[in-house]
Nanobody, 125 residues
Framework: QVQLVESGGGLVEPGGSLRLSCAGS????????IGWVRQAPGKEREAVAC????????SYHASLKGRFTISMDNAKNTAYLQMNNLEPEDTAVYYC??????????????????WGQGTQVTVSS
Protein backbone atom coordinates (compact mmCIF):
# COMPACT_ATOMS: atom_id res chain seq x y z
CA GLN A 1 0.00 0.00 0.00
CA VAL A 2 1.40 3.35 -1.05
CA GLN A 3 1.54 5.96 1.69
CA LEU A 4 2.60 9.59 1.39
CA VAL A 5 3.27 11.97 4.26
CA GLU A 6 3.89 15.67 3.69
CA SER A 7 5.71 18.00 6.05
CA GLY A 8 7.36 21.39 6.07
CA GLY A 9 4.41 23.72 5.73
CA GLY A 10 3.91 26.76 7.91
CA LEU A 11 3.54 30.52 8.05
CA VAL A 12 6.01 32.58 6.06
CA GLU A 13 6.21 36.24 5.11
CA PRO A 14 5.96 37.34 1.47
CA GLY A 15 9.29 36.87 -0.24
CA GLY A 16 10.25 34.05 2.07
CA SER A 17 11.01 30.40 1.32
CA LEU A 18 9.81 27.00 2.43
CA ARG A 19 10.81 23.45 1.56
CA LEU A 20 8.10 20.83 1.63
CA SER A 21 8.89 17.14 1.97
CA CYS A 22 6.88 14.13 0.88
CA ALA A 23 7.99 10.86 2.46
CA GLY A 24 6.71 7.85 0.60
CA SER A 25 6.47 4.12 1.23
CA UNK A 26 5.14 1.19 -0.71
CA UNK A 27 6.30 2.53 -4.06
CA UNK A 28 6.28 0.15 -7.01
CA UNK A 29 7.68 0.36 -10.52
CA UNK A 30 4.30 1.66 -11.63
CA UNK A 31 4.22 4.55 -9.15
CA UNK A 32 6.88 6.47 -11.03
CA UNK A 33 5.28 9.90 -11.02
CA ILE A 34 5.31 12.08 -7.90
CA GLY A 35 3.39 15.31 -8.06
CA TRP A 36 2.68 18.31 -5.88
CA VAL A 37 -0.84 19.69 -6.02
CA ARG A 38 -2.25 22.65 -4.09
CA GLN A 39 -5.70 23.82 -3.17
CA ALA A 40 -6.39 27.37 -2.06
CA PRO A 41 -9.55 28.26 -0.10
CA GLY A 42 -12.55 28.31 -2.39
CA LYS A 43 -10.57 27.14 -5.40
CA GLU A 44 -10.05 23.87 -7.22
CA ARG A 45 -6.93 21.81 -6.85
CA GLU A 46 -4.18 22.74 -9.29
CA ALA A 47 -1.02 20.95 -10.32
CA VAL A 48 2.15 22.60 -9.07
CA ALA A 49 5.01 20.34 -10.17
CA CYS A 50 5.77 16.76 -11.06
CA UNK A 51 8.82 14.51 -11.23
CA UNK A 52 9.61 11.08 -12.56
CA UNK A 53 11.31 8.86 -9.99
CA UNK A 54 13.07 6.85 -12.69
CA UNK A 55 14.61 9.54 -14.88
CA UNK A 56 14.23 12.72 -12.86
CA UNK A 57 12.35 14.59 -15.56
CA UNK A 58 10.21 17.40 -14.23
CA SER A 59 7.31 19.60 -15.20
CA TYR A 60 5.83 22.71 -13.62
CA HIS A 61 2.80 24.90 -13.66
CA ALA A 62 3.82 27.58 -16.12
CA SER A 63 3.34 30.44 -13.67
CA LEU A 64 5.47 28.80 -10.95
CA LYS A 65 8.54 27.69 -12.84
CA GLY A 66 11.49 29.71 -11.63
CA ARG A 67 10.19 30.08 -8.09
CA PHE A 68 9.41 26.44 -7.29
CA THR A 69 11.74 23.46 -7.72
CA ILE A 70 10.79 19.82 -7.37
CA SER A 71 13.38 17.16 -6.58
CA MET A 72 13.54 13.54 -5.52
CA ASP A 73 15.84 11.55 -3.25
CA ASN A 74 15.18 7.96 -4.26
CA ALA A 75 17.40 6.59 -1.50
CA LYS A 76 15.07 8.19 1.04
CA ASN A 77 11.88 7.74 -1.00
CA THR A 78 11.29 11.44 -0.41
CA ALA A 79 10.25 14.19 -2.80
CA TYR A 80 10.80 17.85 -2.10
CA LEU A 81 9.29 21.12 -3.22
CA GLN A 82 11.52 24.13 -2.73
CA MET A 83 9.42 27.29 -2.84
CA ASN A 84 11.15 30.67 -3.08
CA ASN A 85 9.93 34.25 -3.24
CA LEU A 86 6.56 33.19 -1.89
CA GLU A 87 3.51 35.33 -2.52
CA PRO A 88 0.20 35.54 -0.63
CA GLU A 89 -1.41 33.85 -3.63
CA ASP A 90 0.65 30.74 -2.85
CA THR A 91 -1.35 30.22 0.33
CA ALA A 92 -2.93 26.77 0.07
CA VAL A 93 -2.89 23.24 1.31
CA TYR A 94 -0.14 21.41 -0.56
CA TYR A 95 -0.51 17.71 -1.29
CA CYS A 96 1.84 15.19 -2.80
CA UNK A 97 0.39 12.43 -4.90
CA UNK A 98 1.32 9.53 -7.13
CA UNK A 99 -0.35 7.37 -9.75
CA UNK A 100 0.04 3.79 -10.89
CA UNK A 101 -1.50 4.09 -14.31
CA UNK A 102 1.58 5.08 -16.27
CA UNK A 103 0.22 8.50 -17.22
CA UNK A 104 3.41 10.28 -16.27
CA UNK A 105 3.75 13.97 -15.61
CA UNK A 106 1.75 14.79 -18.72
CA UNK A 107 -1.36 13.29 -17.18
CA UNK A 108 -3.78 15.44 -15.23
CA UNK A 109 -4.22 15.42 -11.48
CA UNK A 110 -7.34 13.32 -11.96
CA UNK A 111 -5.06 10.36 -12.58
CA UNK A 112 -3.42 10.46 -9.17
CA UNK A 113 -4.36 7.37 -7.18
CA UNK A 114 -2.66 8.04 -3.86
CA TRP A 115 -2.59 11.27 -1.88
CA GLY A 116 -0.97 12.51 1.27
CA GLN A 117 -2.90 14.31 3.98
CA GLY A 118 -1.63 17.73 2.93
CA THR A 119 0.39 20.45 4.62
CA GLN A 120 -0.78 24.05 5.05
CA VAL A 121 1.30 26.87 3.60
CA THR A 122 0.30 30.39 4.60
CA VAL A 123 2.05 33.41 3.14
CA SER A 124 1.21 36.53 5.09
CA SER A 125 2.83 39.48 6.77
Amino acid sequence: QVQLVESGGGLVEPGGSLRLSCAGSGFTLETDTIGWVRQAPGKEREAVACISRSDGSTSYHASLKGRFTISMDNAKNTAYLQMNNLEPEDTAVYYCATEAGGYGCSGGIEHYDYWGQGTQVTVSS
